[in-house]
């Protein structure tokens, strides 16, 4: 416990986000109980978050007596498989194209599966670490392999991921952006199939060394880092947008 309470003391840190909690319960189940008291005895108003992937393995854990929310996966399935015009398949499975009800459908069920204050706060994301980046999923157009470079220059990617963002920016929860997908970085290699360690790629910095070199379609997209930041800044001056409801009023499939 002196590990979860000493960070806690540190300025500027409000939480924990805690990796393979599954395989830790596994181990020990109550592990986290334990923890959070400790953490919460540190600092009532900290934060937790759990590395959970799939449906029963988070809900067991938002009950109040362990993590606050989770690491939303199902957010990014359901926002990508939307977004997706058939389906796409990789080392981590497959992102089924869902039709506009079929979507709904999707988010509903995690508000239902999950308690309130858990589905209002969790990390609502479309990349990291552990799995192919947004854009290597959104391309439809096609990937030169041999020659490392995409057959549209990411455009088609891009453009729905415009989509996306605003869904990550407006939809309850927490929008948790993967550095490099704020401004359509790709993250691919020569394996299709594979997201690491492609999705670790560099961030783009305009003033390194050798960035003027690099194509167009791999330098910083301004257009697209604009409408990220316009987007949090209009999520952080309407609070409707984080604490609102989200009502459908008609989802259309044709």
């Known amino acids: ?3 979860a309470t000493s960070y806690l003391q ?5 939480g924990w986000r805690v ?16 923890w959070r008291q400790a953490a919460q005895a540190a600092n009532p108003d900290a934060i937790s978050y759990s590395e959970t992937w799939q449906e029963n393995d988070a809900r067991q854990r938002l009950l109040g007596d362990e993590f606050d929310s989770t690491m939303n996966y199902r957010f990014r399935q359901a926002v990508l498989g939307f977004l997706r015009d058939s389906d796409f398949q990789d080392n981590d499975g497959t992102i089924a194209a869902l039709t506009a009800t079929e979507f709904e459908s999707a988010l509903r069920a995690i508000q239902e599966d999950y308690p309130y204050p858990a589905w209002s706060t969790a990390m609502n994301l479309i990349g990291s670490h552990d799995v192919n980046r947004p854009v290597n999923v959104l391309d439809h ?7 490392g470079a995409p057959l549209d220059d990411f455009a088609d990617a891009r453009a729905r991921l415009r989509l996306a963002a605003a869904l990550q920016m ?3 929860g927490a929008p948790t952006i993967y550095y490099g997908d704020e401004t359509g970085l790709a993250g691919f290699g020569s394996d299709p199939q594979r997201d690491d360690p ?3 790629q560099p961030y783009p ?8 070199d690099l194509p167009a379609w791999a330098q910083q997209q301004d257009n697209l ?3 990220y930041r316009f987007l949090g800044q209009l999520r952080g001056q309407h609070s409707f947008l984080r604490t609102g409801s989200c009502d459908t009023f008609v989802t259309d499939d044709a």
């Open 1 to 3: 416990t002196g590990i």
């Open 10 to 14: 540190l300025p500027g840190v409000d």
């Open 19 to 34: 990796d393979v909690v599954p395989d830790v319960v596994g181990i020990n189940r109550d592990f986290f109980s334990l």
């Open 141 to 147: 157009a096609g990937i030169d392999r041999s020659a």
């Open 170 to 172: 407006t939809l309850p």
């Open 198 to 200: 492609y999705n670790r």
């Open 205 to 212: 910095w305009p003033d390194a060394d050798g960035y003027d």
């Open 225 to 227: 880092l604009e409408l």
